[in-house]
């Protein structure tokens, strides 16, 4: 009988523990728990194409971001949402593929033909922006980032 007692016991501290464990890691890696919504709002949008927007931390920079959507063209303003974003530091970079290849297109002098953005109004001279130019800050709750599409 004590020996029943005493695994009941064993066990409820083991469930508690591993209850425990659970929470710190979803807070501790950036689980859902503190995941934000982040709302980028593209202005300058065409009537033709797609727009793909990416969500980037500085070592995904200029690079194939995981966080990247590709919607409709929404003459005017197109809406993107990206749920359960850690929080942290961002750059977006956004473009309309008018001519539909699934990239931007570059002309002869190396400077983009199709509509393009990055946060924060960031500037691209001779090649694109610094992170830290574009970067915004994402918090625990909702964050809404706009871009004005450069033609």
Known sequence: ?????????????????????????????????????????????????????????????????????????????????????????YAVSAFQDVDGNGRITFGGLGAPVEPWGYSRAAKAVFGPPLFADAAVDVGPTSTVIPIALKK
């Open 1 to 89: 009988m004590i020996r029943c007692f005493l695994a009941a016991i064993r066990d409820a501290l083991l469930a508690s523990v591993i209850i425990t464990a659970v929470a710190f890691a979803g807070v501790a890696f950036g689980g859902v728990a503190h995941a934000a919504t982040v709302e980028v709002r593209v202005s300058g949008v065409g009537p033709t194409g797609a727009v793909f927007v990416q969500l980037c931390t500085e070592a995904q920079f200029m690079r194939a971001c995981p966080l990247r959507q590709k919607v409709a063209a929404t003459p005017g303003l197109t809406v993107v949402h990206f749920a359960d974003v850690a929080p942290g530091r």
